[in-house]
């Protein structure tokens, strides 16, 4: 005998919807500490009122057909602004979001704005009409307006889901261009990056792709079923996830340091690029700076090292000193000041009274992760192997190595 698992979904859908409303108004009291956290509870709102129809099946199983309908049109309506408002949100995260032009937001909105009106205007056709229809029969005599009403309403839904998996390759994508813009300002970007972003895109990517294919089985019988347990559960990761990530978005994300380094030498500092009146005598000299801040000062020892601190410590614009960086030494500010870090690492490394994870700390790494990437980036080894592979005579840090580019000479 089958086990009755509607108690379960129901559970699970309940739990999905308590936490995600608590966080939602706990996000909007929020909402005076940054942009962000309004328009994370305006995303949670979104994906609940989206799942509100289901859930009112189960509360309210007696509910008049006409309220009934409505919620439908309402959860239909929401879901459609689910993956706009979370693009928008990983815009505000990431700084790209500071100028959210109208025109950018009144390009994503263009969907959500339609099927607002559908939903809505479908709503205002007479009770009775609506009670008539049948969308597996025939339509011959409704209305012309009324079956096309239908007909719209039947496509959206597919349509909704797609747009979820559209959105969630552009959250991919923004986060991706974070990470890249972030390496052109800081030598440690663990603290910045955003990678619970992509596991959260990626879990309403498998859900929109889960509704898809029940989708296409309810519609022609050639799809998968995706079990209504796993559908659920998959709601209420949804939601956790956003919540526990979301109230731990604030700190590191909008300091006024950070806010006032990527604003000033992110995209502007490659937009004043084509503008720059850089001189090569110029370059030359901040070059020769910046030599002598990593060779005789090892300014890179320090983890927080940022463009604006190394800018200010050499007497010399960020915009400059980025652009000495991208066009002379053939670097970003990320692997310029790595590329320093492991040299005096593989000097450490080689000696084995020097543990690994001390010389991850001394040579200016926030952690053991980060510094394992940079150092098979820079030596194509582990530090392990290096070790234990490499020459003493043959692995000395030698002035001739610098990566000074076509400056070195000067």
């Known amino acids: 005998m089958t086990p009755d698992l509607s108690i379960y979904i129901f559970a699970i859908q309940l739990a999905g919807f308590a936490v995600g409303s608590i966080a939602a108004l706990t996000f909007f009291l929020q909402r005076h500490l940054s942009r962000v956290y309004s328009m994370s509870s305006c995303l949670l ?12 099946k189960a509360v309210f199983p007696d509910l008049p057909f006409e309220w009934r309908q409505a919620v439908h049109m309402v959860s239909y309506a929401s879901a459609v602004f689910v993956g706009p408002v979370f693009l928008f949100q990983v815009w505000l995260l990431t700084r790209q979001g500071d100028a959210l032009r109208r025109t950018a937001v009144l390009r994503h909105l263009v969907l959500p704005a339609f099927a607002v009106v559908a939903t809505m205007t ?33 496509a959206l839904e597919p349509v909704v889901y797609l747009q979820w998996l559209v959105y969630a390759a552009l959250v991919f994508l923004a986060q991706r261009r974070h990470a890249a813009q972030l390496k052109h300002v800081f030598a440690s970007t663990e603290k910045y990056e955003l990678f619970w972003v ?16 029940s989708f296409v089985n309810r519609t022609f019988g050639i799809g998968l079923l995706v079990h209504p347990v796993l559908d659920s559960a998959t709601v ?19 300091a006024k340091q950070r806010a006032a380094t990527l604003s000033a030498d992110t995209d502007q500092t490659v937009a004043k690029y084509s503008r720059s009146a850089l001189a090569s ?13 990593m060779q005789t000062e090892t300014l890179y020892r320090d983890p927080n090292l940022s463009l604006t601190k190394l800018s200010q410590h050499i007497g010399s614009s960020s915009n400059y000193v980025s652009q000495t960086l991208n066009e002379h030494i053939n670097q970003s500010f990320f692997d310029f000041v790595n590329w320093w870090r492991i040299e005096e690492a593989k000097s450490t490394v080689l000696n084995a ?36 592979q490499a020459d003493l005579s043959s692995c000395e840090v030698t002035s001739s190595t610098r990566p000074l580019g076509r400056i070195a000479s000067t």
């Open 45 to 56: 709102l979104a994906f609940l009122l989206s799942q509100l129809f289901e859930l009112s």
């Open 122 to 154: 479908f709503l205002l056709v007479p009770v009775e009409l609506r009670q008539a229809i049948d969308v597996t029969g025939l339509f011959e005599e409704r209305p012309d307006y009324l079956i096309l009403h239908v007909m719209v309403l039947l």
């Open 198 to 213: 992509i596991g959260i895109a990626g879990v309403l990517a498998l859900y929109a792709l889960g509704c898809l294919l």
């Open 236 to 254: 209420l990761l949804f939601v956790v996830l956003l919540t526990a990530r979301g109230l731990r978005q604030a700190p590191g994300l909008h």
């Open 281 to 293: 005598e110029h370059a030359k000299r901040i070059a020769r700076k910046l030599h002598y801040a």
């Open 353 to 388: 009274d020097v543990s690994i994870r001390d010389t991850v700390y001394a040579v200016g790494f926030n952690s053991r992760s980060a510094f394992y990437t940079a150092f098979k980036k820079h030596t194509g080894q582990t530090p392990s192997k290096f070790r234990s």
